[in-house]
């Protein structure tokens, strides 16, 4: 249906591809519009199909997952793709993120969840599995993270922090709003952390990314670590 969000899914299982899509045809606002069995079919079929989003699998057979997303966004820069994936491990959350992904989620992820997040990576905004998430930051306490999607300022050094700060004029709270999203915490952790409204967070993380020249939450937390603010 016109201004439904275009899927195509990426799996080397059939019962895993025909079960993701049979679950989506129930759900409002999502189509699926084809799929493929390995990197490299994706890459064909994406580029035929031109789908707002593709369901990526990690592992697979021919051409991974990841190899796949580094083609897809070059080839078509305004299709979203989201790993979704058994595999949480360190190393494929970040390459994935660095291919250009733009969420990571586990296959045990309920339908409607998956529809949402579908609907939320069209609309621009990463989506991470909780778990996830959790990883992202231990993994990124660890090492300097580079993405091709932030901006100049997200890619400063250490001795830049203060400047690049200032030039932002990032207040006192705000600080601590941003210290807390690199800890992976929600906005309602986080307002309970601060004591203050929910709507006060969002309002807060807006103005950060804002700010910053950032995307989304999980630019915000890599820009967070890179200068060590966490």
């Known amino acids: 249906m016109k201004g439904d969000v275009s899927v195509l899914i990426v799996d080397d299982q059939r019962l895993i591809r025909e079960g993701i899509s049979s679950l989506l045809a129930l759900q409002d606002g999502v189509i ?19 789908p707002n989003v593709v369901l990526m699998d990690v592992r697979m057979p021919v051409m991974d997952g990841i190899t796949a997303t580094v083609q897809i966004k070059q080839l078509l820069p305004d299709s979203e793709v989201i790993m979704l994936t058994t595999f949480d491990d360190d190393e494929y959350i970040i390459k994935s993120l660095q291919a250009g992904a733009s969420g990571y989620l586990l296959k045990d992820i309920p339908a409607a969840d998956l529809a949402q997040a579908i609907k939320l990576a069209h609309a621009g905004i990463y989506q991470l599995d909780t778990a996830v998430a959790g990883k992202l930051v231990g993994a990124l306490s660890k090492q ?8 100049e300022t997200a890619r400063a050094e250490p001795a830049e922090v203060a400047d690049s700060l200032a030039a932002h004029d990032l207040t006192e709270r705000e600080l601590e709003v ?7 915490a929600t906005n309602r952790e986080i307002a309970d952390k601060l004591v203050v409204s929910e709507g006060t967070v969002k309002n ?13 939450r999980t630019q915000a ?10």
């Open 144 to 151: 300097k993270m580079k993405t091709a999607p932030l901006p």
């Open 32 to 50: 699926v519009v084809g799929t493929a069995v390995n990197g490299q079919e994706a890459i064909t079929k994406a580029e035929r199909l031109q």
């Open 221 to 230: 937390a890599l820009y967070a670590h890179q200068h060590n603010l966490i």
């Open 178 to 184: 941003l210290h807390l999203i690199a800890t992976g």
């Open 204 to 216: 807060h993380v807006s103005s950060i990314l804002s700010r910053l020249g950032l995307r989304d």
